[in-house]
């Protein structure tokens, strides 16, 4: 098991009175991410509500704000126990028999456009072993092609365009990642959160974007920019692409900073200080 305490804070000024907010910064709570602590603190006196969607349990915390500055900080300390396996015995999951709540995960959407990248998708991975292997195998694909370059994408930077120009930030690598697994008919979706153990040369501590797959009845974890340890992801939210779970959705107008989060691992109930590390094994936080 490992424990982790993350920290952020996100500062705006708000020209709009009565702006609406809707925030995915809550962690997730699933079978295998407990979220042990939390606090939520608003620098304005406003009357905020946190919703769980009930298939991907994400948690949607909304507010509508007075204009001037507003200030959120939450705080949590959650504990992952992950499920390992063997990465040979993933095997994939015919679509015939994918779980209903994983059917939208193969089709095409707003930023991962698999429809048009089927057939080279056949030609590069067609041919390969139907399991995990083959989902590693895009995985180091899109990592090998694209270079991470911050300031190179933005919100409407498609894996299409991530494809043609080979730079990007984790979005990018995540879409192009997922674009590529559905053209195969393997469920994918994209994933947010913090991530522990990021090249300090990368920049301050930032939210990420990464991979889940769904093979061997699971959704395994993948990261396809490479940045980070998959092992120390606490997961935020997840969706079809970016779209579906940005960190913030802003109904107004505002002016905003650079958000300021940390992560640190810290010893568990049982005293004990697992650090996250990479390991060769599949990992998942789900079911």
């Known amino acids: 098991m490992i424990r982790l305490e993350i920290a952020l804070e996100l500062d705006y000024v708000i020209a709009d009175p009565g702006c609406d907010f809707i925030f995915n910064i809550h962690a997730a709570s699933t079978p295998r991410q407990l979220v042990v602590a939390e606090s939520l603190t608003l620098s304005q006196p406003l009357l905020a509500r946190v919703e769980t969607e009930p298939v991907t349990r994400n948690r949607y915390l909304r507010l509508q704000a007075q204009a001037g500055p507003l200030k959120v900080a939450y705080r949590a300390t959650v504990d992952l126990m992950h499920h390992f396996a063997p990465p040979g015995e993933v095997g994939e999951v015919p679509v015939a028999r994918l779980p209903a709540e994983v059917l939208g995960y193969i089709y095409p959407s707003r930023y991962c456009q698999s429809d048009r990248l089927h057939r080279m998708a056949m030609r590069e991975f067609g041919q390969r072993w139907q399991g995990y292997g083959r989902v590693q195998a895009i995985r180091d694909w899109v990592l090998e092609r694209t270079t991470f370059t911050s300031n190179t994408s933005d919100s409407n930077t498609s894996a299409i365009d991530t494809l043609l120009d080979q730079v990007g930030v984790c979005r990018d690598f995540a879409h192009l990642m997922i674009a590529l697994c559905r053209a195969i008919n393997i469920p ?84 004990h200080l697992q650090v996250p590390y990479h390991c060769t094994e599949a990992i998942s936080t789900d079911g």
Not at 202 to 223: M, S
Not at 231 to 249: C, H, K, Q, Y
């Open 188 to 271: 994918a979706r994209f994933a947010t959160g913090i991530d522990y153990g990021a090249d300090p040369a990368l920049g301050p501590t930032d939210f990420h974007a990464y991979v889940e797959a769904y093979v061997g009845d699971r959704w395994y974890i993948f990261d396809p920019s490479g940045t980070a340890i998959p092992m120390g992801f606490v997961r935020f939210g997840t969706g079809r692409d970016a779209a579906d779970v940005a960190f913030a959705t802003i109904f107004g107008t505002v002016n905003s900073s650079a958000p300021v989060i940390a992560i640190q691992a810290v010893a568990g109930a049982d005293g």
